[in-house]
């Protein structure tokens, strides 16, 4: 029986697409298993493909000289890697990361530019969705600027949530501590803080939560601000 989650519709961008224009973007598009910690791109490196997840999640992260690194934003279903290629540079300053394994889709860069220059109801889409992408780069600043370890940890596991089909996530404190560029040590008390009045559940790199709402009201609100963009520009909440 083919794998459900094998499936380009399962990711809302490309389930957007109207279908006179769906028959032509279709073929050139080619699923692809992405491997938790699997680089996509490296920062300054020409990128040749772009990426729609279905049931991966990907990292944008900003990488400093020493080697530290913070997480600017991630891509899962609702949209897609890459837009660089179709945005007039072949390039970013980031590096994407497979965050939560699954399944992708993928379409040579030449494709989308093709694509994306005919300046019909695909570039549009790919244009909001751009839009909410930036949105989701800038309060992810404000956050790791203003708000506590504690809400960071809250917006990180409700984004990542919005992304998946389960209430499941699995990701080690170390790589969580990547993401948001904190110390380990941050991670591993905000998790036991959030463990202990019962909202997730955390043993051995994989986080369950038990109480949405109550981790929903704990976080700031950066998270629903980028929601609410999300829901504004894109055909899907």
């Not at 020409?46 to 891509?75: H, K, R």
């Not at 980031?94 to 399944?103: C, L, T």
Request: aromatic share 8%; net charge neutral.
């Amino acid at each position: 029986m083919p794998d459900a989650r094998i499936n380009p519709r399962r990711n809302h961008l490309l389930a957007a697409i109207p279908e006179a224009e769906w028959d032509r973007f279709a073929p050139d598009l080619t699923p692809i298993a992405m491997k938790l910690g699997q680089v996509i791109y490296e920062a300054g490196v020409e990128q040749t493909f772009v990426y729609f997840p279905t049931d991966s999640i990907v990292s944008l992260l900003y990488v400093m000289e020493d080697g530290a690194s913070a997480e600017i934003a991630i891509v899962g279903n609702e949209g897609l890697v890459g837009i660089s290629l179709f945005m007039g540079g072949s390039a970013t300053p980031s590096r994407a990361v497979v965050q939560s394994e699954g399944y992708a889709f993928r379409m040579k860069a030449h494709f989308i530019r093709d694509e994306f220059l005919l300046a019909g109801p695909v570039q549009q889409l790919f244009l909001r969705y751009t839009q909410a992408l930036i949105t989701q780069m800038a309060q992810t600043a404000v956050c790791n600027r203003h708000h506590s370890v504690d809400q960071q940890l809250c917006r990180w596991i409700l984004m990542s949530l919005d992304r998946l089909a389960s209430n499941e996530l699995r990701m080690t404190q170390e790589l969580i501590a990547n993401m948001l560029g904190v110390r380990r040590e941050g991670v591993t008390e905000a998790a036991g803080n959030l463990q202990r009045i019962g909202i997730i559940e955390y043993q051995r790199g994989k986080i369950r939560v038990l109480d949405r709402k109550r981790l929903e009201a704990r976080s700031c609100e950066c998270y629903e601000v980028v929601r609410k963009e999300f829901a504004r520009l894109l055909p899907w909440d």
